[in-house]
């Protein structure tokens, strides 16, 4: 079956950097779209970084290039490297996959496409 886990959250200062991972396993196929997604102390579940079939990544226009995701095919692992972080970072970080065709960023951003699968999330706090 499908399993996502992620590390890499923790506490940080203000201006901080962290590295998170999500690790996928149970893929019958290797190519499929990975997300990593966000939600703040009394909000509501945000998108952040989305990687389609392809590798092709788009980002929330929210993240305004403090954060870097990528791919590692070989380990299956999607990472999100964020800089410069503020306290309204805040947040559990979740990773999402799913079986989904090339192109699909944008929607899955969007929340237009809903990922099926999840992880149980990673806390990155800022102070």
């Known amino acids: 079956h499908v399993q996502l886990v992620e590390s890499g959250g923790g506490s940080v200062m203000f201006g901080g950097s962290l590295r998170l991972s999500c690790v996928a396993s149970g893929f019958a196929d290797p190519k499929h779209c990975m997300a990593w997604f966000r939600q703040r102390p009394g909000g509501e579940r945000e998108p952040v970084a989305v990687v389609d079939a392809e590798g092709s990544i788009s980002y929330a226009d929210s993240i305004n290039g403090r954060f870097s995701a990528s791919k590692d095919n070989a380990k299956n692992t999607f990472y999100l490297q964020m800089n410069a972080l503020k306290p309204e970072d805040t947040a559990m970080y979740y990773c999402?996959?799913?079986?989904?065709?090339?192109?699909?960023?944008?929607?899955?951003?969007?929340?237009?496409?809903?990922?099926?699968?999840w992880g149980q999330g990673t806390q990155v706090t800022v102070s």
């Open positions: 999402a996959a799913d079986y989904l065709p090339r192109g699909v960023g944008p929607a899955v951003l969007a929340g237009d496409i809903v990922l099926g699968y």
